[in-house]
């Protein structure tokens, strides 16, 4: 069973697989706006500080999860307690991500929106142009729902290529473009006029903004971003080699993962607040401000502005779908190994089901009245997943491997058999996994749903 699973072939390959799943809207969509919305640089510093402490830890230990069992979500979990009923949070991972399936494809279908027509020049005009386009296109009842569609069968068609030919070759390529064009679309945004202002909302924490509801988002920003509580990191563990180091891999992973996440940063605030764009303008900031930056900053040789347009787009495209692979191969991994389907037939299933979600969710941005408690369905499910499931699969965890699993055992895989460099840190990190991750995860959700 284990020969025919598939593995990571190369160091580098499961870095960057891994990161791919990491790096995505997350970090160029999401990101920015949660940080527009929270106050700019003290939420940065909040976000930093989750990444260390919960973030970097929690990765760790679906990584020791998931390398020792070497299954899919549910099984690796059942076999890393030794008892059924852990299972239940593999099964509780594989939906966490099926729901996020359904809410990013919509947003990953706005990219590929705009990258057709970033191609045949449909976003030039004025800023008013560049808005009333976005308010179309997004509550257009069939466009956008067919194109989350579309985005959900191109990740299908990478995941039953497998995992080496599929994802892994896909990463390897994609993840060094993005950051070199994301590199040269930061130099173009700083140097509009006005790129000052937005620097400093960046970089100049105003610690009045900090509220109980700052540390909430940034907690689920880090775990979303970092993919993490979904249990998708475990199942991508489960491809690791005996050799891979998981400290180091988690480190480089969350290093690579919050440069891009401050990139993008750097890329829309300095543009934003040149172009006039309010920086909490929310989830449609990147698809009004950017067009406005590729027309203005490259006004002097439109022809470059055109291209980098494009290679923008696309290279979005490729983020999300490095990442949608990754929500969509915990589910497959699952009913391949669990229902013994063959791979095409299982991914099949998690196709279906998440383009139903992805159509009710994009049905549910200013169009149909479809709420949820007061929220969208669209914001409902992202709401739901960050703060809510993702941190409760990530504390789980940490309660798994802290306090119930063989100490033997998690010693075992962290250091990899006493034989990697990092050892030293065991006593840290089992101290994060203890106390710092179950506790700090407890409060906030004790005080979201205001039982503190
Ligand atoms: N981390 C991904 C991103 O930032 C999103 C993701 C969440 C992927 C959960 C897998 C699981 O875009």
Request: proline share 3%.
């Amino acid at each position: 069973m284990k020969n025919d699973r598939g593995n990571f072939g190369s160091k580098l390959g499961i870095v960057l697989a891994t990161a791919g799943s990491a790096v995505g809207l997350g970090n160029v969509w999401r990101f920015p706006f949660m940080t527009g919305q929270n106050g700019g640089a003290a939420f940065i510093i909040v976000y930093l500080g989750c990444i260390l402490l919960l973030g970097i830890p929690g990765m760790v230990s679906e990584f020791i999860v998931g390398r020792h069992s070497q299954a899919n979500a549910a099984r690796a979990y059942a076999t890393f307690a030794r008892g059924k009923a852990w299972g239940l949070v593999g099964i509780l991972g594989i939906l966490t991500s099926s729901i996020i399936l359904g809410f990013y494809a919509v947003v990953a279908g706005w990219c590929l929106q705009y990258l057709g027509a970033s191609a045949m020049g449909r976003l030039k005009g004025d800023n008013t142009f560049v808005l009333n386009y976005f308010q179309q296109f997004s509550s257009d009842p069939v466009k956008p729902a067919v194109l989350g569609v579309v985005f959900i069968l191109i990740t299908h068609f990478v995941i039953v290529r497998g995992v080496k030919d599929g994802i892994e070759r896909v990463s390897k390529l994609l993840m060094p473009l993005l950051f070199i064009l994301l590199l040269i679309i930061v130099v173009a945004s700083c140097s509009l006029p006005g790129a000052g202002k937005g620097i400093e909302f960046l970089l100049r924490p105003d610690f009045s903004k900090l509220s109980s509801q700052v540390f909430l988002e940034a907690l689920g920003q880090a775990f979303f971003s970092l993919s993490l509580g979904t249990a998708c990191l475990c199942t991508y563990a489960s491809y690791f080699t005996r050799h891979t180091n998981l400290l180091q891999s988690a480190g480089q992973i969350a290093m690579v993962d919050f440069l891009i996440a401050v990139l993008s940063g750097l890329m829309i605030f300095p543009a934003a607040f040149s172009v006039g764009v309010l920086p909490d303008s929310g989830p449609s900031l990147i698809f009004i401000t950017l067009p406005n930056v590729f027309q203005q900053a490259f006004a002097f040789m439109p022809a470059l502005g055109y291209v980098i347009s494009i290679m923008f787009y696309a290279l979005l495209v490729f983020a999300a779908l490095t990442s949608t692979i990754s929500m969509h191969e915990i589910g497959t991994a699952f009913f391949t190994e669990e229902l013994k389907l063959k791979r095409n037939r299982a991914a099949w299933i998690l196709t279906i089901a998440c383009s139903v979600l992805a159509v009710f969710c994009s049905l549910s941005v200013g169009k149909a009245d479809l709420q949820v408690m007061g929220r969208s369905l669209m914001d409902f499910c992202d709401f739901l997943t960050a703060q809510v499931m993702l941190p409760t699969g990530a504390m789980l965890t940490s309660i798994l491997v802290g306090w119930c699993a063989s100490k033997q055992l998690v010693r075992d895989e962290f250091t990899n058999h006493e034989t990697s460099g990092v050892k030293s840190f065991y006593p840290y990190y089992l101290f994060c996994v203890r106390y710092v991750v179950p506790i700090f995860i407890l409060l906030i959700l004790m005080h979201q749903f205001g039982v503190i």
